[in-house]
Nanobody, 126 residues
Framework: VQLQASGGGLVQAGGSLRLSCVASGRMFDRYNMGWFRQAPGKEREFVAA????????TYADSVKGRFTISRDNAQKTVYLQMNSLKPEDTAVYYC????????????????????WGQGTQVTVSS
């Protein structure tokens, strides 16, 4: 599967952005999906993950209550709604796909994912 993230940009602190990640290939609904981010000079870090059906989600503590992950399997798209953005949210955001059985736990490390694509830059000004 190939993944293409979009929707990043420059926003003021307190603002919102909605990221999208479109997948190509088959069986998108067999993948748990995750969002990760990487700031300059830092390691890639987990942001949020979502099960195949969208029924289960998990978030990093730093974004809990501000970000929402969702998906549309018919459109082969996963979203990340980001509200109340902070300067520390500035990073390149990547979506990743984890081939998983329906009951598999949601992965929170990039090594557990099978595919990832080009990222999209999010910059939050203070």
């Amino acid at each position: 599967v190939q993944l293409q993230a979009s929707g990043g940009g420059l926003v003021q602190a307190g603002g919102s952005l909605r990221l999208s990640c479109v997948a190509s290939g088959r069986m998108f609904d067999r993948y748990n999906m995750g969002w990760f981010r990487q700031a300059p000079g830092k390691e890639r870090e987990f942001v949020a993950a979502l099960s195949r059906s969208g029924g289960r989600t998990t978030y990093a503590d730093s974004v809990k209550g501000r970000f929402t992950i969702s998906r549309d399997n018919a459109q082969k798209t996963v979203y990340l709604q980001m509200n109340s953005l902070k300067p520390e949210d500035t990073a390149v955001y990547y979506c990743e796909a984890d081939w998983a059985i329906s009951s598999a736990p949601l992965a929170s490390t990039t090594a557990q994912y099978d595919y990832w694509g080009q990222g999209t830059q999010v910059t939050v000004s203070s």
